[in-house]
């Protein structure tokens, strides 16, 4: 299962999964090890086994957004599996949240040319 690749036909497959196996899909589609997320989150490797697991419960509010955050993905999916995991992302300093907004205040003309530019730049 955790080779499978999201896809709204998958939908089904990840809601009937635990949170556990969400995260363990996440580290593998990401290439990281548990150790990895751990320090990048603050927390022991314990503590991202014990989710993966699912020997606790669901991760704290902090957790989960930690999580979000290195997995690039809604914090809600973690929880529920619904709707592309990838479709949002953390917004995560004041550069990232200043290109949002100005990005939500230009004209549709001016939001393509700019994504057309973002995305040569990240080549």
Known sequence: MTSQ????????????????????????????????????????QAMVSNIVTDSSRKPSAPSLLALAD???????????????????????????AELLRVFKALAEPQKEALLVTARALAK
């Open 5 to 44: 690749k999201w896809t709204p036909d998958s939908e089904p497959l990840f809601r009937a999964m635990t949170v556990g196996e969400r995260v363990r899909w996440l580290l593998e589609v990401k290439g990281l090890k548990q150790t990895e997320v751990a320090a990048k989150i603050g927390g022991t």
């Open 70 to 96: 290195v997995f690039d993905c809604r914090p809600s999916w973690i929880l529920d599996g619904v709707g592309d995991p990838f479709a949002w992302a953390v917004v995560s300093d004041a550069r990232q």
